[in-house]
């Protein structure tokens, strides 16, 4: 947890590292020279040279999240990332964020159902400082009393807070439902009542089976060459287990319910709010890209969505109304979601279910095949507008098994999708009789 605590001085290095990110050059993916580097101790990693500018931002994930955690110690993945960077080897908490604010180096955990991440940006001239750090905080953490109290009391903070939320509410309550018992359902930061139990023990027997060689991917993008890489790499991971413990987690599967599921909570509020989802497809699966195309169209477009045409501009029941893919190692997922007045849920949620049916009945327009496709590649150079974006989309891809050629030939496969291959998806993926929905207000209609 970056502190923002800064001199003069500093903030003019911290304004410059910011701005250098947002000044990166927007590039296309073709122009992106991916290299697969391997260090002289056999740790790897994807590069990306980019000279023009004196930063450097590398993304690493280790496979195992909040999945890797047992239910009675729920929250703690995201404890760990949250305390990280609070204090390694021989530097104190208030050490090391000093030497993080006077580098004008970013240094970040983050913690997701299936995955952990680390995340470092610096400018050159602090490169190497800057790997240190990042090697301390993943090989020596000191998850010191003091610092853990503090940021156990902000996630508690944080907890209570989502008590009240309808949206954090909906959402916790819709992965319980389907996922039942699964590891799946537990929300990442887990309960009151569990992370008031948590330790620095806890914390340092966690990160001794989670932080290896053997599940992690790494992608540095900016001003650093392959050979000195090479050398970084072996610097800062080459002191980590070559084998982690968290093997059974990671082949863990999930499947959803067969039956469809209608969950409400109780809330006195005028506009309830609605998730609704149910079967996606898992990132290697033959119809990701259709069902990708798919979900565009039917919901993922924003303005130009049939679930926004239909529910919104028509009928104005919502100010929005939104789908997406969520795909999982373990199970994949279509996900979507609205907030509306409570007598108009009923109508809403049935509106829902008919573009459902519709797409999965009639397929779609070849003209709303060809203005999708025309978007998700029109719109995907945007995505690589920085060095940090950059890396996290190459971590993302070495993290689904894709090959560095993948970003030169995404746009072809998203052409290739047929209207078969939409139909085809639809069948799959936008059945209204297994649909899982969550409300939170006062709904009528229902």
């Known amino acids: 947890m970056v502190r923002m ?18 000044m990166s050059v ?45 239910k ?62 990042f090697s301390k905080a993943i090989t020596d953490p000191r998850f010191d009393q003091e610092p853990v109290e503090r940021i156990k009391g902000q996630i508690l903070v944080s907890l209570n807070q989502k008590k009240s ?13 389907a996922f039942e018992g699964n590891p799946l359902s537990i929300p990442s930061q887990g309960y009151m009542e569990t992370l008031e139990m948590l330790t620095p023990a806890d914390l340092k027997e966690f990160k001794s089976r989670l932080i290896a060689l053997d599940n992690i991917y790494i992608s540095v993008v900016g001003d650093i060459d392959a050979d000195t890489l090479g050398r970084l790499l072996d610097e800062t991971f080459g002191k980590l287990p070559k084998e982690n413990g968290v093997g059974k987690a990671l082949e863990m599967t999930a499947a959803l319910p ?45 303005f130009a969505s049939r679930l926004n045409e239909e529910i919104r501009e028509k009928r104005g029941l919502v100010y929005s109304v939104y789908s997406y893919l969520s795909p ?18 009923g109508e809403a949620i049935g509106l829902v279910k008919a573009e459902f049916q519709k797409i999965r009945e009639n397929g779609v327009t070849e003209r709303e095949l060809a203005a999708a496709k025309t978007y998700l590649n029109g719109s995907f150079p945007l995505r690589l507008s920085s060095n940090n ?3 996290n989309i190459m971590v ?22 047929t209207n078969e291959d939409i139909k085809r998806a639809a069948l799959r993926l936008t059945d209204p009789e297994k649909m899982i929905i969550t409300v939170v207000g006062q709904p009528e209609g229902l």
Do not use: C
């Open 328 to 345: 999982y190692r373990s199970v994949g997922l279509q996900l979507g979601g609205f907030g509306t007045s409570n007598k108009s849920v």
């Open 26 to 70: 927007l590039r296309s993916a073709e122009a992106l020279e991916i290299q697969q580097v391997t260090s002289p101790g056999g740790v790897k990693a994807w590069l990306v040279e980019e000279k023009s500018i004196p930063i450097i931002s590398m993304e690493v994930i280790w496979k195992g999240g909040s999945v890797a955690v047992p």
């Open 5 to 22: 605590i800064f001199s003069s001085s500093k903030a003019v290095a911290a304004f410059l590292l910011t701005s250098v990110i947002i």
């Open 396 to 417: 993302g891809m070495q993290l689904s098994e894709l090959e560095p050629s993948y970003l030169s030939k995404r746009a072809d496969l998203i052409n290739a999708v």
């Open 258 to 302: 067969a039956n469809p599921i209608v969950d409400v909570t109780d809330m006195t509020i005028p506009q309830s709010v609605v998730i609704f989802g149910g079967q996606g497809v898992k990132r290697d699966d033959p119809d990701y890209y259709a069902a990708y195309v798919l979900n565009y169209i039917l919901g993922g477009g924003g």
């Open 72 to 133: 009675e110690k729920a929250g703690l993945a995201h404890l760990m990332a949250s305390t990280m960077d609070e204090g390694a080897d021989e530097l104190d908490s208030e050490a090391f964020q000093k030497r993080l604010s006077d580098l004008a180096i970013s240094l970040s955990f983050s913690a997701s159902k299936e995955n952990f991440s680390g995340s470092l940006k610096t400018l050159s001239q602090n490169r190497e400082e800057a790997f240190q750090l």
């Open 389 to 391: 974006k950059i890396a």
């Open 165 to 177: 939320n309808p949206n954090s509410i909906a959402g916790r309550k819709w992965f319980e439902k």
